[in-house]
């Protein structure tokens, strides 16, 4: 039935003020407001429509890109949006494009790495689009490792300029979005050779494609590096391969604010740490930390709204089947990854607290928070974008058979999501960065060092005096314990931060219950599934392993009712959600019905190549039967 709410029993069931949740979600009433303006704006107009994304060949798929990443701008433009603005519209969007690079990437990274000279040449530019870039960091050969890059810039002083090479098949850049099809400037990553002597890595701005006709330029060989998981999904992005022989740049092309190099071929070093080289990669992972909460978010509401609908089983005399929602397992499967979006959405909040705490003391010349800013991120990084790559999955495997359909959204949306769990530095080798943190933090416990911030409580752990020789056996040897010990370090965190956040004053009836519901479910449900380790290490007993499983029981129970409302409160339109199982209203078979109907496959009654292909073979069969 058109019109009608089916999930409005449900609706009515709950517990709190979903308004105010919504104001908390966005993380105050202005957020709100711009959130809930411009996802409005996106899903009202037919420039933005997403639905046939996984029916469009490759070569439509990225112009349609390329059509709507031209028409977001002039919205942004005619509109005259702010900055905040058009971050959300191209939040709502949602469609990854060579945008997100030139805006995340190329643009952050001249800021942080450009000196005040170089800023006031590029950016003006860059903000105005006249230029687009991408960011080229990563080779054929190596990715994680950025010092094994092989890319050289070499400085000639007769010239005043850098050469640009790439000296092996697998110096290559390879992955760069945005690289492929459409930017025209790359912020390239290569050893830096002054004099005959290696510097290390640095980045530096190179034009790679003509601003007249966007032919490459001399010395340039550039394309896509070709089709990626997914139908739809990450392939409206322009993921590229590019080979420099010999190009030359002027010297003042070379990001200059960690170290330079002068017109006589003098190197220098600021006295800024070297590591600001992989600066931007410190801003980005604390963008995908904040972005990890939406991603979630969107599979728990489709999850939680379908199986609210969807009833199997359990009908008593004639009456309805139970929703599965009700199904205790599908709670204990369904609601810790509600738990985890509203953790992850305040820990994103607390890292962007975090990442703007050091880049204002970065701009006083104090690097001392430096390594736990990277630490945190990357962990962080890499804590959220494995849990919501498996949540989203689990969420698709909620919603049953009709979850593989992609009218549910969510193989599309996994598609797009899971490289985020490799791109911005794979999970573990990050998670290897965060056990190096920890192991140093340890060598130094009972010197005058006393950790701070994140790492304070080790003071309290007294046990860990102790690990110092076992580390000493080698960080290789117990690296995958190290690991372990890295995700339990960030998990302390998440768990901190949704604690301290329950401690501020939330407005809104019955808010602060709900989210206190979903904080011990967050850290119940983690108790619970390392048990193992917490009884082993003597931390828990028996008895309170059982307490806990008691308590998830009842917390579960307590959620329930207010389930729907809790995903209500994402405010989350159809349009963005791109989902039939999650639509607001739950009329969700009618739906799925006229969806198939609209399926390319069923223009025509009987398909291209019965005539080639099944006749002949059903002739066959006949023929074979009359013998
Ligand atoms: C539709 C159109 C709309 C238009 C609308 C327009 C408006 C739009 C507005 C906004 C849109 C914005 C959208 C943004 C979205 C962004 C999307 C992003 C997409 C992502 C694409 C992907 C990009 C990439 O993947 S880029 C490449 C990333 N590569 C990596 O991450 C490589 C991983 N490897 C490393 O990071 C390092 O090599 C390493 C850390 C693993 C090891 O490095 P190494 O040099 O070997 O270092 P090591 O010896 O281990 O350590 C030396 C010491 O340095 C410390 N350290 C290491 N890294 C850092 C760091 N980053 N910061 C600080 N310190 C660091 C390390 O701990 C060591 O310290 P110690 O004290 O010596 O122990
Ligand atoms: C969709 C997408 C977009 C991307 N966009 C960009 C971009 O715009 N710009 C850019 O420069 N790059 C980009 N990349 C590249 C990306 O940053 C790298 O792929 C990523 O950093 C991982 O590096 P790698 O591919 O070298 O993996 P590898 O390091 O080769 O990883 C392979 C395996 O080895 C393991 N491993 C590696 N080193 C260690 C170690 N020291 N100890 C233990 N295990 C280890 C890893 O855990 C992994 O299991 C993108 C990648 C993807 C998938």
């Known amino acids: 039935m058109e019109g009608v709410d089916h999930l409005a029993h449900e609706r009515n069931k709950s517990e709190f003020d979903v308004d105010a949740m919504k104001i908390v979600w966005a993380g105050s009433p202005h957020a709100f407001d711009v959130s809930d303006r411009i996802s409005k704006l996106v899903a009202s107009d037919p420039g933005f429509r997403k639905d046939n994304r996984s029916t469009l060949s490759r070569k439509e798929l990225f112009k349609n890109t390329l059509r709507k990443a031209a028409y977001a701008w002039k919205t942004i433009v005619d509109l005259r949006l702010s900055e905040e603005e058009a971050a959300k519209l191209r939040f709502y969007v949602d469609e990854p494009a060579f945008t997100d690079l030139h805006w995340g990437m190329f643009i952050p990274a001249i800021k942080g790495q450009g000196t005040e000279e170089q800023q006031q040449k590029w950016l003006p530019l860059a903000y105005k689009m006249q230029i687009i870039g991408c960011y080229a960091q990563t080779e054929l050969g190596h990715g994680s490792n950025v010092q094994g890059l092989e890319t050289t810039a ?12 790439s000296p092996t098949l697998t110096s290559s850049k390879w992955w760069p979005g945005g690289l492929g099809k459409v930017a025209t400037h790359a912020i390239a990553y290569a050893r830096l050779i002054v004099g005959g002597r290696e510097h290390g890595v640095n980045g530096f701005i190179v ?8 032919s490459p330029l001399l010395g340039i060989t550039v394309g896509d590096i070709g089709m990626k998981f997914g139908n739809g999904a990450y392939n409206t ?25 002068t017109c006589e071929g003098k190197y220098k070093q600021s006295d800024v740490p070297r590591q600001l080289v992989y600066g931007t990669m410190v801003y980005v992972r604390q963008t995908i930390v904040a972005d990890a909460s939406c991603a979630l978010s969107r599979a728990v509401c489709i999850a939680t709204r379908y199986s609210a609908v969807r009833r199997q089983f359990g009908s008593q005399n004639g009456g309805p089947e139970t929703q599965v929602i009700d199904y205790k397992t599908q709670q204990s499967r369904l609601f810790p990854l509600l738990a985890s979006a509203y953790a992850f959405r305040f820990i994103g909040e607390w890292l962007k607290w975090l990442y703007a705490d050091v880049t204002q003391r970065l701009q006083a010349n104090d690097f001392s928070t430096l390594p736990e800013a990277h630490a945190c991120t990357a962990g962080l990084k890499s804590l959220t974008t494995t849990a919501t790559a498996d949540g989203i999955e689990e969420c698709r495997k909620l919603c049953g058979g009709h979850g593989y359909l992609c009218s549910s959204g969510l193989p599309e949306l996994f598609a797009v999501y899971v490289p985020a769990c490799t791109y911005e530095g794979d999970n573990t080798v990050l998670l290897l960065q965060v056990a190096r943190f920890l192991m140093k933090t340890v060598s130094q416990l009972g010197s005058s060092k006393k950790p701070v911030g994140t790492i304070a409580y080790m003071t309290r752990v007294e046990h860990l005096m102790q690990c110092r020789c076992g580390v000493q056996r080698g960080f290789a040897e117990l690296s995958v314990d190290l690991v372990e010990a890295a995700v339990a370090h960030c998990q302390l965190i998440v768990v ?5 956040k329950l401690q501020q004053e939330i407005p809104g009836k019955g808010v602060k219950q709900q989210l206190e519901v979903l904080c011990n479910i967050y850290a119940l449900f983690l108790l619970h599934k390392h048990q193992g380790d917490f009884l082993s290490t003597g931390c828990i007993t028996p008895k309170h392993a059982a307490l806990a ?4 029981r009842s917390l579960y129970s307590q959620v329930r009712p207010n389930a729907i409302a809790l995903v209500d409160a994402f405010n989350y339109t159809d349009h963005y959600l791109g989902s039939i199982l999650g639509c607001y209203d739950g009329n969700v ?16 009654v009987v398909p291209d190549g019965y005539h080639q292909y099944i006749r002949p073979l059903l002739k066959q069969e006949i023929r074979t039967a009359r013998l």
């Open 589 to 604: 078979y009618p739906k799925l019905y006229e969806a198939a109907w609209k399926d390319p496959l069923n223009e025509s």
């Open 207 to 214: 034009q790679l494609r003509s601003l007249e006709d966007h």
């Open 154 to 165: 070499t400085f000639d002083p007769q010239t005043d300029e850098f050469i640009i090479h």
């Open 496 to 500: 901190s931060k949704f604690i301290e």
């Open 549 to 552: 499983n008691d308590e998830l």
């Open 237 to 261: 992005m322009d993921n590229g391969v590019l080979r420099f022989d010999h190009v030359r740049i002027p010297r003042n092309q070379m990001l200059m604010r960690v170290s330079q190099v």
